[in-house]
Nanobody, 120 residues
Framework: QLQASGGGLVQAGDSLRLSCAVS????????LGWFRQAPVNEREFVAA????????YYADSVKGRFTISRDNAKNTVYLQMNSLKPEDTAVYYC???????????????WGQGTQVTVSS
């Protein structure tokens, strides 16, 4: 139901846009969350979009650099990542949940990850 794409290898300071296409039977009032997981780290919250309320949420580490947007016609949520840093290197996942939460266990459906690598 979730297809994430857009990862790649970039240099510090560059930008990338990740996409998460939502397909199949879903409630219109979902929360789409972006998470990331670097080697030896736990999966961590990055950002989320509430389709019910139209709100966006960001982790402090990405606030001001990353922006969530959505295309309702395409049922796709984007994560625009600017001013990328080497510490942003991780596998990025999108996930569907019912409510805004930062705990990955509160999300029911996950897409496959997309690798983002930022070189210094």
């Amino acid at each position: 139901q979730l297809q994430a794409s857009g990862g790649g290898l970039v240099q510090a300071g560059d930008s990338l846009r990740l996409s998460c296409a939502v397909s199949g039977s879903t409630s219109g009032n979902y929360v789409l969350g972006w998470f990331r997981q670097a080697p030896v780290n736990e999966r961590e919250f990055v950002a989320a979009f509430s389709r019910r309320f139209g709100n966006t949420y960001y982790a402090d580490s990405v606030k001001g650099r990353f922006t969530i947007s959505r295309d309702n016609a395409k049922n796709t949520v984007y994560l625009q990542m600017n001013s990328l840093k080497p510490e942003d290197t991780a596998v990025y996942y999108c996930a569907l949940g019912r409510w805004y939460r930062v705990n990955p266990s509160d999300y029911d459906h996950w897409g496959q990850g997309t690798q983002v690598t930022v070189s210094s």
